[in-house]
């Protein structure tokens, strides 16, 4: 998908008056017009809400919904972290920040559900269960979710490897052993990692499979995935609210440990011997 700023520069010849000054709008304050419903964009704009979504379907998208959700997340791969917090207080104002952020929470994993991959769900799965070693690498605010689905994958498995996103050079030396037979397990959302996309693009070369968790088929690590979880992310102030894509790594875990219960079930068990032994938890 291209760039809604370039979509809008490059319809802007073509629009009526008042479609130009919806596009004006826009271009103006970028950030605050993201956030508003089609009647307050209509009403900054002066025009109807209905030429609003017009506006919206003119430049080719399903709705305003729609043309609204690819705006918030262009600018969320553009926005600096004070920009972010800026956006966030148009947003919010002085309402109730907690009801604000899990109401965000709660409609992101509502669309993500309604929307993620089963295929590719269940592929993702195929390919852990069957891999020779899995990688895992989320830079930035993903890496949080990488340690958590490694910590858990590693109960199970003994072949996780979970990279360490410090130097460019020590990440590809730590993946340089990847070939076919082994999943790179990849999540990264706005603002996109470099060193990231790169270790994606050199596991496809080698041949290994390649598990993208992200939020867009436009994102980056898109093109070179295999199986292709998309989640909706959000901002919170200048943090990521990951809770959608966490949601999709519980899913996986719960379906690895449905497939693999026997096996899982034994290995807890002498797990549960070893803590008991060392003294790993505090007794109730």
């Not at 900054?44 to 997340?73: M, W």
């Not at 920040?97 to 709660?106: F, G, Q, Y």
């Not at 919170?236 to 990951?242: E, H, K, R």
Request: some cysteine.
């Amino acid at each position: 998908m291209q760039d809604v700023l370039d979509i809008l520069k490059e319809q802007l010849p073509h629009l009526s008056k008042g479609q130009k000054r919806i596009c004006a709008a826009i271009t103006e304050d970028c950030q605050r017009a993201a956030y508003l419903t089609a009647a307050e964009l209509g009403a900054l704009a002066e025009v109807s809400e209905s030429t609003v979504v017009r506006f919206a379907t003119r430049l080719g998208f399903a709705g305003y919904p729609q043309f609204q959700r690819a705006l918030q997340e262009m600018l969320r791969t553009r926005l600096t972290p004070n920009q972010r917090i800026d956006a966030m207080g148009r947003r919010v104002g002085s309402g109730d920040l907690i009801e604000s952020v899990m109401s965000s929470d709660i409609e992101r994993i509502k669309c993500t559900m309604e929307h993620v991959d089963r295929a590719a769900f269940t592929s993702a799965v195929d390919a852990l269960l069957s891999a020779r070693s899995i990688y895992l690498f989320g830079a930035r605010s993903a890496s949080m979710l990488a340690g958590f689905l490694g910590m858990n994958l590693s109960l199970v498995f003994d072949n996780v490897k979970a990279l360490q996103p410090t130097s460019a050079s020590e990440v590809f030396e730590q993946l340089l052993p990847i070939d076919r037979g082994d999943v790179l397990f990849a999540i990264s959302f706005p603002r996109y990692s470099t060193k990231l996309v790169k270790a994606v693009r050199y596991a496809h070369d080698r041949g290994a499979k390649v598990i993208a968790l992200t939020d867009s088929p436009t994102s980056p690590i898109a093109n070179e995935a295999d199986c292709l979880l998309t989640a909706e992310s959000d901002m919170a102030a200048f943090a990521d609210s990951l809770s959608a894509p966490l949601s999709i790594i519980n899913a996986i875990i719960a379906e690895i440990s449905r497939r693999e219960e026997a096996r899982i079930k034994e290995r807890f068990e002498r797990m549960e011997r070893l803590w008991d032994e060392y003294d790993v938890y505090a007794k109730p």
